[in-house]
């Protein structure tokens, strides 16, 4: 009977796998469909490759030690589309996206990604249950992103997805691993257990420029936000500093879920000329009160680890597009400490590779 139970289990966890993963392609095929629906015949989709690891640069594999997200930017919604119609929706009663703003520029953006976290020691079994333990993040998500005035930036996503095996964390990274002949990480049987994760986020991006004119110079982007949800709950603050061509095209480069800028948003409309680069620093600071990654899963006994409430990163790299064709950022970020008893800090390497079609 027992084994009956366990193969019964199995079975669910597969089925409430499939289901949420049905789901993510859902929300992935609408929010695609949407800007393609009522796009101008002139715009383009922009596709971007983001990856985040410890060991990109870096001697590491720790702590949260890989991301990888796919996403795609929708063009220009038409000001006369039917798609207007999410925007005005929460204009109506929140005070986000103003209909009468100056120059408004509306997109909508599709992503799906994978985030895993690991103790720092992949050889013990079981873990240090006085490091992270153990997690996996695969999820989709629709953000919606209106550009006012040229120098406004507001950005409502909605992230859904699942904690757990059935992420997929064991899998990917033992069998990349093997594929590059090194050590099996050992302690994924203690991971955080199953759990369907979401959440909504809120942020406001604004473009002052410093030295030489909107486009080519020096400027600052401060940036304000919220998340709520089961798997990440923190306010944050921060700001980009940038100094280059075209600087009007973006709000910086495009990161993970919790981290600096981090949105799809570009606009060929506003290049002057086709080259544009920047070189950024930055910082930003959270508030964090809830860290599924730390705190464990929500309704259910699971691994755990006091977290920080107070955490910050640092961040510094360079940004090379040409045109709307083609765009290369790189970067490296340092985060403070994120759970008590956590030894030194945390370095992340990123890459991302853009380009329209």
């Known amino acids: 009977m027992m084994a009956t139970n366990g193969v019964m289990g199995r079975a669910e966890t597969a089925k409430r796998t499939r289901r949420i993963g049905r789901a993510i392609g859902a929300i992935a095929l609408m929010a695609v469909a949407l800007p393609l629906a009522s796009a101008r ?4 989709n922009r596709f971007t490759a983001l990856e985040e690891n410890d060991s990109l640069y870096f001697n590491s594999d720790k702590h949260y030690t890989q991301g990888l997200r796919l996403s795609n930017l929708g063009p220009d919604v038409a000001a006369e589309s039917g798609w207007n ?45 006085h490091d992270r333990p153990y997690a996996g993040w695969l999820y989709g998500g629709v953000s919606l992103l209106q550009e006012s005035g040229q120098h406004t930036l507001e950005n409502l996503e909605a992230d859904l997805g699942v904690v757990g095996p059935g ?17 099996q990480a050992k302690g994924w049987s203690n991971q955080i257990q199953h759990e369907v994760g979401g959440m909504l986020s809120y942020e406001r991006l ?25 798997v990440f709950t923190y306010g944050d603050i921060g700001g980009l500093v940038r100094i280059g061509k075209n600087l009007r095209a973006d709000y910086g480069p495009t990161r993970i879920r919790p981290g600096l800028s981090g949105t799809d948003y570009f606009n060929g409309d506003r290049l002057d000329g086709p080259l544009g680069f920047y070189l950024f620093a930055g910082a930003q600071g959270r508030v964090v009160g809830r860290n599924i990654f730390l705190d464990g899963n929500s309704f259910r006994h699971s691994v755990s680890i ?8 640092l961040q510094a790299g360079f940004s090379l597009f040409w045109s709307t064709a083609f765009r290369l950022d790189f970067s490296a970020v340092r985060r403070t400490q994120e759970f008590v008893g956590q030894h030194g800090q945390d370095v992340i390497g990123t890459a991302a590779l853009s380009f329209s079609w």
Do not use: C, M
């Not at 005005?88 to 103003?98: R, T, V």
């Open 41 to 44: 015949a002139d715009d383009k």
């Open 85 to 129: 119609g999410p925007f005005n929706f929460f204009g109506d009663f929140l005070p986000i996206f103003a209909r009468d703003a100056e120059s408004a520029s509306r997109h909508y953006a599709v992503f799906a990604g994978q985030s895993l976290f690991t103790p720092k020691d992949l050889r013990l079994k079981p873990p240090d249950p």
């Open 167 to 183: 992420a997929l964390g064991r899998q990917v990274q033992n069998d990349f691993h093997q594929l590059i002949d090194v050590g």
């Open 206 to 230: 604004w473009r002052v420029g410093v030295i030489g004119d909107d486009a080519n110079g020096l400027d600052i982007v401060p940036q304000a936000g919220a998340t709520v949800g089961n």
């Open 306 to 313: 006091p977290k920080k409430t107070l955490v910050a990163d």
